[in-house]
């Protein structure tokens, strides 16, 4: 897991920045070097706000992970810009989360180190070792990890891509930002499954790449009734 978090100095609250976007991009194009991944149409220009959920899908390769790499600062645009909220804090947990290298790690010696959080997901066998656990135990983990996060923007890469049936459900059916089992004040999210619970909750904005590109109308990002 990555987190871009900065501290500063304690200031007078801005009303006007209160209802800033916490990210916006304009005329997004995502790639590696001089290879584009978006060859058409400029991806939708995003304007993400505290208490968004946004799900991004496509197939293998469309450029979701791109996309969500891209807007954690890990991968420089190609085309376009991102303009970020002055010390926005993200969180992006990939498909593929690494255990620090000086391990082995317990659960206890990694909720320590993101601060004892809170979470129904972590496991309550706090002894046993990170790399014993099985798939879905060790995402649960992660999961669990990531979503106590106050963090201002949380990027999830296929994030129940280990759970079973169960854990699935339950993990759509409770992805609202900034409550006690999501804090983060937004999330976007990778999906390959376009008909996911999640995808059905009030307010949920959806994107889906082909190609890299928007197959969704760029006037069509709009929020789930």
């Not at 500063?8 to 995502?30: N, Q, V, Y």
């Not at 959920?53 to 469309?62: Q, R, T």
Request: charged share 20%; aromatic share 4%; proline share 10%.
């Amino acid at each position: 897991m990555i987190n871009t978090s900065r501290s500063h100095p304690k200031r007078s609250p801005d009303p006007c920045a209160e209802h800033a976007p916490l990210l916006r991009t304009c005329g997004l194009r995502c790639g590696f070097g001089t290879g584009w991944v978006a060859t058409g149409t400029p991806l939708p220009d995003l304007a993400i706000q505290r208490g968004n959920l946004i799900i991004v899908s496509g197939d293998n390769g469309a450029g979701k992970t791109t996309l969500l790499r891209t807007l954690a600062g890990e991968l420089p645009p190609l085309h376009g810009e991102i303009r970020r909220k002055p010390g926005l804090d993200v969180l992006h947990l990939p498909q593929q989360a690494a255990l620090p290298r000086s391990g082995p790690f317990s659960v206890a010696d990694l909720v320590s180190l993101a601060g004892n959080p809170a979470h129904p997901w972590l496991p309550a066998a706090s002894d046993v070792r990170v790399d014993r656990l099985s798939g879905g135990q060790r995402q649960r983990l992660w999961l669990a990890l990531a979503l106590s996060c106050r963090c201002d923007l949380l990027l999830l890469d296929e994030p129940t891509r280990y759970l079973d049936a169960e854990g699935r459900n339950r993990f759509h059916a409770s992805l609202q930002p900034d409550t006690p089992f999501c804090q983060a004040q937004a999330v976007v999210m990778v999906s390959h499954d376009d008909a996911c619970h999640a995808a059905t909750l009030p307010g949920v904005q959806r994107i889906r790449l082909d190609n890299g590109c928007a197959a969704t109308p760029r006037n069509a990002l709009q929020p789930t009734p």
